[in-house]
């Protein structure tokens, strides 16, 4: 089986991508159409060709058609695999900060770890950079529901798949839909509380 997870940043798309390559086994690819860190080499016949994959991207931010081809870039993964999802994020304003707030960082420091835990100091990101990004993320949050609806081809919210460390319902209806079975200590491992990147700046308590 071949599965594209379609997703924006922020969303723990990377720990979802690895927990469901371990329920799997399948192979996975982690943003391979990243500009700088992706595999360029994969965009090809052979990789369209390639069985039981997990690929995850983001068509507004990685796309080989263009800025402006995240239509194409759906398309194309709903024609070449055969289960696509959306993920999204409710609160679209934490998104936005954690977004923002890296993007700095790795402007600072390429070296800048996004996925490790750390207090965030909002102080070094400008306001109107936090509020552009946040009403983007609206929107495209809006196009996948879209698109959802005319595709058929379900969106989760990241809120719900990670309650209680993803011994949810919500994650195993995803599960189901990707024919998958659960396992508490895969999903432990690859999708708790300690998966959580931001800190309070008062307390050790992680956000969403």
């Known amino acids: 089986m071949r599965i594209c997870i379609l997703t924006q940043p922020r969303t723990s798309s990377t720990n979802l991508l690895f927990l469901l390559g371990s329920l799997s086994g399948y192979k996975t690819f982690n943003e391979p159409f990243h500009k700088v860190f992706g595999i360029p080499e994969y965009w090809s016949n052979e990789f369209t060709k390639e069985d039981n994959?997990?690929?995850?991207?983001?068509p507004f931010y990685?796309?080989?058609?263009?800025?402006?081809g995240y239509e194409n870039f759906i398309e194309w993964a709903n024609n070449e695999f055969d289960k696509v999802f959306y993920l999204l994020r409710k609160n679209t304003q934490l998104q936005s900060e954690s977004f923002t707030y890296h993007n700095t960082l790795s402007s600072i420091d390429l070296d800048t770890k996004w996925?490790?835990?750390?207090?965030?100091d909002m102080s070094i990101v400008h306001p109107i950079k936090i509020e552009i990004e946040k009403k983007l993320m609206d929107e495209r949050n809006q196009i996948?529901?879209?698109e959802s609806k005319?595709?058929?081809?379900?969106?989760?919210?990241?809120?719900?798949?990670?309650?209680?460390?993803?011994?949810?319902?919500?994650?195993?209806?995803?599960?189901?839909?990707?024919?998958?079975?659960?396992n508490k200590y895969k999903v432990n491992t690859f999708y708790g509380i300690h998966k959580k990147c931001r800190i309070e700046t008062n307390t050790d308590k992680t956000l969403i």
């Open 53 to 58: 994959i997990i690929l995850k991207e983001m």
């Open 144 to 146: 996948f529901i879209e």
């Open 115 to 120: 996925h490790t835990q750390k207090k965030y």
């Open 62 to 68: 990685h796309n080989p058609f263009g800025v402006s």
């Open 150 to 182: 005319r595709s058929g081809n379900p969106f989760f919210y990241y809120e719900d798949l990670i309650e209680n460390s993803g011994d949810n319902a919500t994650l195993r209806n995803l599960l189901d839909f990707l024919s998958l079975t659960f």
